[in-house]
């Protein structure tokens, strides 16, 4: 499990490696209301693509480990479907984009809705090929392609930005280099692994709704937990302070990437477990799950916070020095994501607990951030976003403890920590001395 995650976890490192190039140049050549604007089109592609979901490119870690025959018809009516849901979904935001980017103060909603919908398209079906390759355990397609597709965009909207210093043109890079991946990835499917073939097709569709509705019920209330303290700022603040604060809130998601990376190789083992009622096995499994989590959490919230303050001076100049606060807290909230009760709900098919816990802290939130809002500006605002998010992952897992036989643990002991850094270490230096050997050997 751990070395399946390791290239998707590789993969998407090196990904997002090549995506910071983006700010950094960005911020340079941008003024700082464009620069906002820049980052509102990413708040709003994430949000209103996890508005309009209905979990069905999610729910192929579901159906297809179960039904590999089929995987083929299981993809296709992800796609048809998820073209559907947003063809419908952006027909009326296009209707109401002017009075929607009013009343969020995001101007980039009206100027640039044709784009975030190109966009947003091909990037909800890059995801469900990448979702068909991990479900089918192509790993390290998955990982070429997350590097290569993130590469490609980064490079044109670099090149881009540096010959018009225009925002509009650098969008339109951006989604052209997208559409070439998703043609990519889509030409692999068809013809290396006969991704789209099946025993027999428009099938199941009721099924894979149902699950993937209550799901992605559950998904659109993350995200909007998740994101909606930004909107708080854009809203009270205005574009450019937008700008300052989306600086205190990029990460370098070490944290993040590798708990989802570790995720989408543990739900299909969870679903397997799960499928026989092994229940100690999925204890088993958990533990393993939460003490690569904490191995890597700790020591990366450590580092960042020690490194906070030249990097925040690095990546986005003086000019957002005050951001720094904000990346400090948003880092520390990030301990919040050892705690993934839905890999074992998702298993079970239990994925209405996701919904209560989600929508409990989400209807809190508003009070919440406007309290955080009013005590410390956009240093409280974050602040109250860490409760929120830390208290949302530690109430799934308290609710997961009450439905099932063998209680899951919150923490781990400082030994098996210990324990999981030197098989590493071992397993590392194992692979090098064999490569070595190799090589020696090829001589």
Known sequence: MLNQSLYIFASKIAGYAVRLILPYFLVRLLSVSDFGAYRQFFLLDMYIGALLQLGLTQALYYFIPRDVRNAGAYLLNSVLMNLLRLGIGFTVIGLASGPISQWLNMAILKDAFWMLTLYSVTMILAVSCDTYLIARQKVKASAAFEVLGQTLASVVCVAVAFLTRRLDAILIGLVAARIVQLVAMSAYIHWRLHGFKSERYFFGIREQIRYGMVLGASGPMFTMLMRLHEFFVSRYYGTEAYGIYSAGCTELPIIQLFVQSLAAVALVQFAKLEQDNDWEGIRALWRKVLTSSYAVALPVIAVLLLVSKPLILFMFTETSA??????????????????????????????????????????????????????????????????????????????????????????VRPGELLDFYRDTWLKARERISSRRRARHGGL
Do not use: H
């Open 322 to 411: 005050e951001a720094l606060p904000i990346f400090q807290v948003n880092t520390l909230a990030k301990i919040g994501l050892v705690f993934n009760s839905a890999l074992v709900l998702r298993a079970m098919n239990r994925n209405d607990i996701s919904i209560w816990t989600n929508a409990i802290t989400l209807v809190l939130a508003p009070l919440l951030l406007y309290v955080g809002m009013k005590l410390g500006g956009m240093v409280g605002i974050i602040a109250a976003q860490a409760l929120l998010m830390i208290g949302c992952r530690l109430l799934g897992n308290v609710i997961l403890n009450r439905i099932i036989p063998a209680p899951l643990p919150y923490v």
